[in-house]
């Protein structure tokens, strides 16, 4: 299986639910980053979290970082229609430079 | 700044053709990627370069898969013969310099590719 898999692959909820969302990965990581891409789009960052920071807050946006377990998980808050896109994990493994592998992504329908 | 910009946004020919995507980084950025999205395999990376130098191509599927970076501001990717399996949404990104912490990856709007 991939670096950076996220679970679930699909989620629908009503506006104003909280989402959340899981991504596991297998290597030591420098970072992983967390992306959004709306239909027909390209993605677009949202947050990022290194390997020593434990939790981190943006907007409506919780990422928490689990390096013990190798996992992550972006909690969307008060969540709303515009929300609705696909939600990539991305790690940035120690010995791979600057690139990024990318997990398979959660599909988010929020329901208006 | 205007953020990546890749040509064209779609793409219809026919199998066997020579299909040629082209991107244009972000200013500054030392970085470029070329993807390739399907439902089946998701997002993939193709190849990336460094201050215009190829530094891994491992992601390119085979040879009739090539891609340049003549210059900073510039990049192609190239198929031929194109076949109807290449049909994908291809992304192009850039990055700025690395700091070892940050390796924020800025993508265009991609260029969708149909070969019939």
């Known amino acids: 299986s991939q670096q950076g898999e996220e679970d679930p692959q699909a989620l629908s909820i009503q506006e104003g639910e909280n989402a959340t969302m899981n991504c596991s990965y297998k290597?030591?990581?420098?970072?992983l980053q967390w992306y959004r891409q709306n239909s027909g789009r390209g993605l677009v960052h949202l947050i990022l979290?290194?390997?020593?920071?434990r939790e981190k807050h943006s907007g409506r946006l919780r990422v928490t970082l689990d390096t013990s377990k190798k996992s992550s998980s972006l909690l969307i808050t008060a969540s709303r229609a515009a929300d609705t896109a696909s939600y990539f994990c991305?790690?940035?493994?120690?010995?791979?430079?600057?690139?990024?592998?990318f997990g398979e992504g959660t599909q988010l329908t929020v329901n208006p | 700044d205007a953020g990546v910009i890749q040509s064209p946004r779609h793409e219809v020919t026919e199998m066997g053709q020579e299909v040629t995507l082209r991107c244009k980084p972000i200013?500054?950025?030392?970085?470029l990627f070329w993807y390739r999205q399907t439902m089946m395999r998701g997002l993939e990376l193709l190849i990336y370069f460094n201050n215009n130098v190829p530094i891994d191509d491992s992601g390119m599927p085979e040879d009739r898969f090539s891609a340049k970076m003549p210059n900073a501001s510039f990049s192609t990717l190239k198929i031929q013969p194109s076949e109807p399996r290449d049909s994908a949404v291809y992304f192009c990104?850039?990055?700025?310099?690395?700091?070892?912490?940050?390796?924020?990856?800025?993508f265009g709007p991609g260029t969708r590719l149909t070969v019939l």
């Open positions: 200013s500054g950025h030392d970085y």
């Open positions: 991305a790690t940035d493994a120690r010995d791979s430079g600057s690139r990024l592998t």
């Open positions: 979290i290194r390997s020593n920071e």
């Open positions: 290597t030591s990581i420098n970072n």
């Open positions: 990104a850039s990055s700025p310099r690395w700091s070892g912490y940050y390796n924020e990856q800025f």
